[in-house]
């Protein structure tokens, strides 16, 4: 059983940054392939960027990927999402994910951080 534990969302004004944290409970040796996803209201979630064990990352869009930066502590079991240059249209509840390697559906999760960007 995986746990993931979110945290670092709040408000900020357009144009600021924000450093979300996901704590995980789970071995060190776990092969897992953290993610980010993000739903705001009314709309679906969407995937934003995510990370194998070995550091490869992918993102969603080259927008985002122009503002946000995933890493991971694999030693504190750790995921991080920096996030520069927000904007109003990145406001969203921000999911923190995880899927073994190998597998392609993501099967744990977070209870969500709230983002709220002010324009």
């Known amino acids: 059983q995986v746990q993931l534990v979110e945290s670092g969302g709040g408000l900020v004004q357009a144009g600021g940054s924000l450093r979300l944290s996901c704590a995980a409970s789970v071995r060190s040796s776990s092969n897992l392939v953290m993610g980010w996803f993000r739903q705001a209201p009314g709309k679906e979630r969407e995937f934003v960027a995510s990370?194998?064990?070995?550091?490869?990352?992918?993102y969603r869009a080259d927008s985002v990927k122009a503002r946000f930066t995933i890493s991971r502590d694999n030693a504190k079991m750790m995921v991080f999402l920096q996030m520069y240059s927000l904007k109003a249209e990145d406001t969203a509840n921000y999911y923190c994910?995880?899927?073994?390697?190998?597998?392609?559906?993501?099967?744990?999760w977070g209870q969500g951080t709230q983002v709220t960007v002010s324009s």
């Open positions: 994910a995880a899927r073994q390697e190998g597998t392609t559906s993501y099967v744990y």
């Open positions: 990370i194998t064990r070995g550091g490869f990352s992918s």
